[in-house]
C-alpha cells in the first residue's frame, strides 16, 4: 500500500486496525456460534422456532445497527463502544452458560436463556458497525482509507473462518455441545483483548470538529499525530448524485450481498435435501469453506485504492451473478443429478461465490462512508443496513420456513440480478470516490 501524498500510516492507526478488525472478528464468532448452536438445540425445540430463532439473530443486529449508529452520531464513535461491549460481552457469557446448562437441565429449556444472550450479543456487534465504519472513515489518512476499511471489515469473515474451524476440529474429538463451548469460549477470549485495546482508540477528529468540540479536536490531533484530519486541503470540486439516488443503489447492493451472503454461507446448512443437512461436521464444513472464500477475497484491501470503486463494483456483482447460476442449476433445477450428490463441487462452486460475495462486501464498506457527511454518517450507514437487514429477515423466514431448495437458490439468483443492476447504474450515474479526502467527501454530500 503506497502514500501517494505522504501521509504515512503512524502506530495509532496500526492500533486502530486491530480495535476495529477485533470488533468484526467477534461479529463473525458471534454469528457462527449463533447459526451452529442453533443447529445444536433444533433438535430439542420445536421445528416451527428454527426459522424463527435464526430470524432473531439479524434482527437484534438491524436494531443495533439503527440505534447505536444514531446514537454514534450523538455521543461520539468511541463514545458508544461502552454501550456495544457490554452488550455483547454479556451476551458471549451468557451463550456459554447457556450451553453448559444444556448438560444438567433439558436443553429446550437452556434454549430460552440461550436466545437471549444470542440477541444482546447480536445487538452489540451491530451496534459497532456503523461507528466503527465511520470512525475509520474519518480517522485513516485517506490513501489507505479504502484499504483499511475492506481489510478491518474483512475480519468478520475471518473470525467466522476461525470459529468454523474451531468447531470443526472439536467436533472431531468430541460431541457438538462441547465444540459449541470451545467456540464460544475462544470469542470470550478476543473479546478481552478487544476491551483492553479499545480503551486506547482516539475520538474521531472529524466528530470533534462538526460538534463543536474544536480545542479537543486539534488537542487530540496533536497528540496522535492526526493533523491531517483537521486539513481542508485543496479544493476539489466533485458533485454527488441526489441523496435519494444514492441511499437507493446503497439499498439495493446491500440487500442484494448481505442476503446471499447469509442465506450461502451460513443458513443453507438448514435445508433438509442438501447433502449436508444431517450431518453437523458437513454442516460445518460449508461455513468454513464459505468463510475461507469470503476471507481470502478480503485481502483485495490490499490493492483497492488503486482500484476505481465504480469499476471494481461493476465486477463484483457481475461475478456473483455468473457464479450462482451453476449452483441454481446443479442444486435447484438438477437435484436428482450425480452432480448435486457431489459435496466437492458443491464447496468450489460455493468458495467461488463466497469470492464474488465478499467483493461486494468491500463495495459497501467503501461506499456507505464515502457517500454521507460527517455530521450523520453513521445515522445513514445505519438507515442503508436497516433496510437490507429487513429484506434479509423476511426472506430467512420465508425460505427456511418453506425449506424448498429451488426457491431458495433462485432467490439468491434474483438477488444477484437485483444487486448487478444497482451496480450498472452506479457505474452510469454514481461519481468516483477513490482517494478523496474526508472533507471533500463532506462537501459534496452536504451539497445533495
Excluded at 475471518?158 to 468430541?174: D, E, F, H, K, V
Excluded at 479537543?216 to 486541503?233: D, F, H, N, V
Excluded at 443503489?249 to 450461502?264: A, E, H, N, P
Aim: net charge positive; aromatic share 12%; proline share 4%.
Amino acid at each position: 500500500m503506497s502514500a501517494p501524498e505522504g501521509i504515512k500510516l503512524l502506530r495509532i492507526h496500526y492500533i486502530m486496525f486491530v480495535s476495529y478488525s477485533l470488533t468484526f472478528l467477534i461479529w463473525g464468532f458471534v454469528t457462527t456460534s449463533g447459526v451452529m448452536s442453533i443447529y445444536y438445540f433444533s433438535k430439542y425445540i420445536p421445528r416451527f422456532l428454527v426459522p424463527i430463532s435464526v430470524a432473531l439473530g439479524p434482527i437484534s443486529l438491524m436494531i443495533g445497527n439503527v440505534f447505536m449508529g444514531r446514537l454514534a452520531d450523538i455521543v461520539g464513535r468511541r463514545g458508544i463502544y461502552v454501550y456495544t461491549m457490554t452488550l455483547y460481552t454479556i451476551g458471549l457469557i451468557g451463550m456459554g452458560i447457556s450451553i453448559l446448562l444444556s448438560k444438567v437441565i433439558p436443553a429446550s429449556e437452556a434454549f430460552i436463556p440461550f436466545i437471549i444472550s444470542y440477541i444482546l450479543a447480536e445487538i452489540g456487534v451491530g451496534g459497532e458497525e456503523p461507528p466503527a465504519l465511520a470512525a475509520a472513515t474519518e480517522l485513516m489518512p485517506h490513501n489507505y482509507r479504502g484499504a483499511m476499511l475492506v481489510l478491518i471489515t474483512n475480519f468478520d469473515n475471518i473470525g467466522a473462518a476461525i470459529a468454523s474451524a474451531i468447531l470443526l476440529l472439536a467436533l472431531m474429538r468430541g460431541t457438538q455441545l462441547s465444540a459449541t463451548w470451545t467456540m464460544i469460549g475462544s470469542a470470550i477470549i478476543v473479546l478481552i483483548v478487544a476491551v483492553i485495546i479499545r480503551l486506547i482508540t482516539p475520538e474521531s477528529i472529524r466528530w470533534l470538529v462538526v460538534r463543536g468540540r474544536v480545542r479537543e479536536a486539534e488537542r487530540i490531533a496533536g497528540e496522535y499525530g492526526l493533523s491531517y484530519a483537521l486539513s481542508e486541503g485543496p479544493r476539489q470540486v466533485i458533485r454527488f448524485p441526489p441523496l435519494w439516488f444514492r441511499t437507493l443503489v446503497l439499498s439495493l447492493l446491500g440487500i442484494s450481498q448481505l442476503v446471499t451472503y447469509g442465506l450461502m454461507a451460513f443458513y443453507i446448512v438448514y435445508l433438509p435435501s442438501l447433502p449436508f443437512s444431517s450431518n453437523e461436521i458437513l454442516a460445518t464444513q460449508v461455513l468454513l469453506w464459505a468463510n475461507v472464500g469470503a476471507s481470502i477475497a478480503g485481502l483485495i484491501g490490499l490493492v483497492i485504492d488503486k482500484l476505481s470503486r465504480k469499476v471494481f463494483t461493476l465486477i463484483s456483482f457481475l461475478g456473483g451473478l455468473l457464479t450462482m447460476i451453476p449452483i441454481f442449476m446443479i442444486y435447484g433445477i438438477m437435484s436428482g443429478s450425480s452432480l448435486a450428490s457431489s459435496l466437492v463441487i458443491f464447496y468450489v462452486l460455493l468458495f467461488l461465490n463466497m469470492v464474488f460475495s465478499e467483493f461486494g462486501w468491500a463495495v459497501r464498506v467503501l461506499l456507505e462512508p464515502e457517500l454521507y457527511p460527517t455530521r450523520n454518517r453513521a445515522t445513514w450507514v445505519g438507515i442503508v443496513r436497516f433496510i437490507a437487514w429487513v429484506i434479509y429477515v423476511l426472506l430467512i423466514y420465508y425460505l427456511l420456513a418453506s425449506a424448498n431448495t429451488y426457491v431458495y437458490l433462485l432467490s439468491n439468483l434474483i438477488l444477484y440480478a437485483v444487486g448487478f443492476s444497482a451496480a450498472l447504474a452506479w457505474f452510469i450515474f454514481g461519481v468516483e470516490t477513490r482517494g478523496l479526502p474526508v472533507h471533500a467527501l463532506d462537501k459534496a454530500a452536504d451539497g445533495r
